[in-house]
């Protein structure tokens, strides 16, 4: 199932921090190129509706998009969501590395986003780290980067929000 959002090309940083300890715990790229994917190494979101290859979430529609920080916003955790527009060049060779890298072990989300990110043209800055916070900050000093929090205050049993998802079929 493939999706083309209308938007700009752009490149999509989710950061999930722990509200407590402000700490990073998790680390997703959402790529808007010929198709619109969320590259989500080593992450638990899944559904049977929704397909995924080796980490990479396939067709994001803007109810998916929705879907997707909800599940990983919550009491306990929010997500900081940054958007870089981009050449169309730059998102395609985004999109065809997430798709070509494979599935990540644990603990590597940020280490394989920040390997792909520093890749890219105008990326060659970025520095490979395992932190999910440090690859936020990296990110955010790129000139044109739009940042923004997503908070809600449910139940740290994020299963919930999966089992209310009901796909719509693409048109």
Excluded at 13 to 20: A, E, K, P, Y
Excluded at 126 to 155: A, C, H, M, N, Y
């Amino acid at each position: 199932m493939r999706y083309h959002h209308d938007g700009p090309p752009r490149l999509t940083l989710m950061t999930m921090r722990n509200v407590g300890s402000g700490r990073g715990a998790h680390t997703s790229l959402m790529v808007n190129a010929s198709e619109r994917v969320i590259w989500d190494p080593a992450g638990s979101f899944k559904h049977p509706s929704i397909p995924e290859r080796n980490d990479v979430i396939i067709g994001v529609t803007p109810q998916i998009e929705e879907y997707y920080i909800s599940y990983h916003s919550r009491a306990t955790f929010y997500t900081v969501v940054q958007e870089l527009d981009v050449s169309a060049d730059v998102a395609e060779r985004a999109l065809r590395a997430v798709m070509s890298h494979g599935a990540v072990q644990k603990a590597n989300c940020a280490r394989s986003t920040s390997a792909i990110l520093k890749s890219l043209p105008g990326f060659e800055h970025i520095r490979v780290t395992f932190f999910p916070e440090t690859l936020e900050t990296q990110f955010g000093k790129l000139p044109g980067v739009r940042t923004r929090e997503v908070r809600e205050d449910d139940s740290d049993d994020n299963a919930q929000v999966l089992y209310q998802i009901q796909v719509s079929p693409l048109r």
